[in-house]
């Protein structure tokens, strides 16, 4: 079975796009959409790397990385983060707080299997 990817998104178009181009890429895909309780999901499930919205219901993007960082146990964990602003603070922010990756809504369907392949190393 291929790495497992867990996408934090709450946007269904984006959820069902993503999940129909990684499962047949050879991806388990796991999908979220609450920020409240994204970072006990990511404890609970372990995927081998995170697809994380900024913007999500009840907690930002920026917040769950923050935590995910904090815990040794997902501290190394690749993230990606997705946000529809793309502007250089969000970039600079997501960095800051320690994502992996960073890209933009629109994206290629290419451009993000390409950018999980390398955040896990195959």
Do not use: Y
């Not at 999901?41 to 904090?70: C, E, H, K, Y």
């Not at 993230?79 to 994206?107: C, H, I, N, W, Y």
């Amino acid at each position: 079975m291929g790495h497992h990817v867990l996408l934090i998104e709450d946007e269904p178009n984006i959820i069902e796009a993503m999940r129909f181009i990684l499962s047949r890429d050879g991806w388990q895909v796991s999908c979220h959409s609450d920020g409240a309780t994204a970072v006990q999901v990511v404890s609970d499930l372990r995927p081998d790397v995170v697809v994380l919205d900024v913007m999500l219901p009840n907690r930002n993007g920026f917040d769950i990385l923050r935590d995910l960082r904090a815990e040794h146990a997902t501290a190394a964990l690749p993230v990606l983060m997705l946000t529809a602003k793309g502007q250089a603070k969000d970039r600079d922010r997501a960095e800051g707080l320690g994502a992996s990756a960073f890209m933009t809504k629109p994206f290629a369907n290419a451009e993000v299997i390409d950018q999980l392949r390398s955040l896990v190393g195959s």
